[in-house]
């Protein structure tokens, strides 16, 4: 009997993996996906704690859900809700107490059990935020060779998972749990499905994706470079990225595979969070200020075209105008290519929630300077395309007749005219113009000349 599944995904590409991953697992049951909730049987909400608005974002969904639910009964059909992602792990029952239609509540390391619980929740609500002893990732299913297409040529694929760091603001290291990270051999067989299905762009995700350390074959960590060398070398497999990283965690032999390896994207997402070692060290970041910069020197040293790109937090506890004016200069000194920025918000539990809070308006006045100085540095940073010629690999057709759109490989979208017999492959395009944070141009016949330095634009 086919049933459908509706999934949303709420927050970072860790829940878009492991919703991919549900659906898998619920492939053999004879669910297949449909695009709206309106006509689906079993919907699943993958949330995001990260901060209060995404995790109030959850119930007001459920208010829908609720609606959705009661109409469909009223035909005569039933509909199960399903609550998955951090916001179950970190409120469990509590979730069935505030949004009593939801019938199920399953926590991130628990979505290999996800068929039995369904089975279960026919007969009662359903509970499983438990840290499992068995490896989830050994009990998920594989996806089909049509579903791996049918999600297109660039894939994630989770690595490692939880952290280990605790910085004080985050709920990551209680929602996620501890940090583990998959044997090398497991990770390559994922890679070699995807890549044989069509996939030519693997991106490794993790919450601290460079802690990984998997076992490799001779029973010894690996590091997440070595790893990187062994997918570079997948048939197929063109274009490598790795996302979030840790400031202390650039070891030697990822900033080898930055030199060594074509494959290896330039382009890097670094979260700072602060460029005051005051807040840092509140923030228990584990790296001062300077220790960033010379991260990113090294980097640049091993691949000076690398995009960086960056998290910050405004109005941390404590954060005083000077240790806000020691962020914009860090800002300045870096140049990113872009970056995401954030108010803080105190999270149940974590120990930055305890401390004095800063007023609301002081936090906003922050969050809007340092977003107009990002934003400066992102519109300088797509102006310094224009004239470039840039490898773009093309993923999708486009909105317009004949167009169709791919990334750069500092992640900006391209789009271009060109046949859909181009999605799937790598192509020169000349950057012409920029248009609302996308790169437009025309493909180009032959190489033009060497880009210029795109380090130089903070400069
Ligand atoms: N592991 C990564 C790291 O070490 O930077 C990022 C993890 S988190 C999913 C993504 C971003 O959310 C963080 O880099 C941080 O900027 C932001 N974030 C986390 N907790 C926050 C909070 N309580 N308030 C505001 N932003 C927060
Ligand atoms: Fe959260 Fe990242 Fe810090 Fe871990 S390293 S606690 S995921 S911000």
Redesign the pocket.
């Known amino acids: 009997m086919t049933r459908k599944l509706y999934v949303k995904s709420y927050g970072?590409q860790m829940n878009v993996y492991d919703s991919h991953r549900m659906a898998d697992m619920l492939a053999p049951e004879g669910f297949v996906e449909t695009a709206t909730p309106d006509d689906a049987d079993l919907i699943i909400l993958n949330t995001c704690h990260?901060?209060e608005k995404a995790a109030e974002k959850v119930y007001s969904e459920l208010g829908r859900m609720r609606v959705l639910k009661n109409d469909a009964a009223r035909e005569g059909r039933r509909v199960t809700v399903a609550v998955a992602g951090c916001v179950a792990q970190a409120e469990g029952a509590e979730i069935i107490r505030r949004a009593p239609d939801v019938d199920l509540v399953v926590g991130p390391q628990s979505y290999h059990r996800l068929p039995d619980m369904l089975a279960r929740a026919e007969h009662g609500k359903v509970l499983d935020t438990e840290f499992p002893v068995e490896g989830k990732f050994d009990h998920l299913a594989a996806p089909s060779r049509a579903a791996i297409r049918k999600r297109g040529v660039s894939a994630f694929i989770t690595v490692q998972e939880g952290?280990d760091?605790f910085?004080t603001?985050?709920?990551?290291p209680y929602t996620r749990g501890a940090e583990v990270s998959r044997p090398v051999a497991k990770i390559i067989a994922e890679a070699e499905r995807l890549a044989d299905a069509g996939v030519r762009e693997i991106t490794l995700i993790g919450?601290?994706v460079n802690a990984y350390h998997g076992e490799d074959a001779d029973g010894r960590a690996s590091t997440l470079g070595r790893l990187m060398h062994r997918l570079a070398d997948i048939p197929g497999i063109a274009r490598l990225r790795y996302s979030?990283s840790?400031p202390c965690d650039m070891d030697d032999s990822l900033i080898a595979a930055h030199r060594d390896l074509p494959a290896l994207m330039p382009q890097l997402h670094l979260?700072v969070?602060s460029g005051s070692d005051r807040i840092l060290e509140a923030m228990n970041r584990r790296h001062s200020r300077a220790d960033y910069l010379r991260s990113i020197e090294r980097v640049r040293r091993a691949r000076p075209d690398v995009a960086f790109s960056s998290?910050?937090?405004v109005g941390f506890p404590g954060e005083t105008e000077s240790d806000f004016q020691d962020t914009m200069r860090l800002l300045a000194e870096v140049g990113f290519a872009s970056a995401?920025s954030?108010?803080?918000?105190?999270?149940p539990g974590?120990p930055?929630a305890e401390m004095d809070q800063l007023a609301e308006t002081e936090k906003d006045d922050r969050l809007q300077r340092l977003q107009d100085a990002i934003e400066q540095q992102q519109a300088a940073f797509m102006a310094r395309c224009v004239g470039m010629t840039l490898d773009v690999l093309f993923d999708k057709p486009g909105r317009q007749s004949g167009q169709i759109v791919g990334r750069s490989p500092y992640l900006q979208p391209v789009p271009v005219i060109g046949p859909t017999s181009l999605i799937g492959e790598i192509a020169p395009v000349t950057i012409l113009e920029v248009r609302t944070n996308s790169l437009y141009g025309t493909l180009a016949t032959a190489r033009q000349p060497a880009a210029p330095a795109l380090a130089e634009i903070g400069a």
């Open positions: 970072c990260i901060r952290c760091k910085c603001f985050c709920v990551v919450q601290n979030t840790h979260p969070q998290d910050f937090i995401y954030f108010k803080y918000s105190p999270r974590t930055a």
